[in-house]
């Protein structure tokens, strides 16, 4: 679904106007929004409103308003007098919200770079695989190396009874030595 959202002042005021059989009201404007760098030139485009949305354009919009424009972007082609085609960008919108007058449009604004933690190793094919349950009131068999289990799984539970069981994973270094459980050959 084409859908898109802009955030622009409106250079030229909306102007309303009819289609040829004079029933459905739309509205034209002109909206500026800065480049992507700060040498790129400002880019307008052609913003347009249909039918009731139309008349609240016209009746709560002017020139030198900030907003920011819902709706959805559309290329459309002229044919020029000089012989050659050329494609126009027009945002048909469907919601306009106005914004405060202080916004700073001189250039756009860059989001700061976040930084991660390194992501947990994985661990070898030979090291004991274990498998926690998330609740169990009851124990059941134990796993003879648990020495890494509270640095990997700290306990945060208060509640009185509560142990978790450990269930060793059967997990086998070679996947010749385990059983074919598909039917279907692959």
Do not use: M
């Given at each position: 679904m084409n859908s898109c959202i802009l955030m622009a002042q409106i250079i030229q005021a909306p102007e309303l106007r009819y289609t040829p059989d004079n029933q459905t009201p739309l509205t034209q404007m002109l909206v500026q929004f800065p480049g992507l760098r700060p040498e790129d030139a400002p880019a307008t485009l052609k913003v347009i409103g249909w039918g009731n949305f139309a008349h609240e354009i016209k009746e709560n919009?002017?020139?030198?308003?900030?907003?920011?424009?819902e709706g959805r972007l559309v290329m459309n082609t002229i044919e020029r007098p000089e012989g050659f085609k050329e494609k126009r960008a027009e945002f048909t919108a469907s919601r306009i919200h106005k914004l405060g007058g202080n916004a700073d449009w001189s250039s756009p604004t860059s989001t700061p770079s976040t930084t991660f933690d390194k992501p947990t190793p994985i661990p070898s094919a030979n090291t004991n695989n274990v498998v926690v349950p998330i609740r169990s009131n009851t124990s059941s068999a134990s796993v003879s190396d648990t020495s890494n289990l509270e640095q990997d799984f700290p306990s945060t539970t208060t509640e009185q009874g509560f142990e978790p069981s450990i269930v060793p994973a059967s997990i086998s270094a070679n996947p010749e030595n385990q059983p074919d459980l598909d039917d279907i050959p692959f």
């Open positions: 919009y002017i020139a030198g308003d900030h907003i920011v424009i």
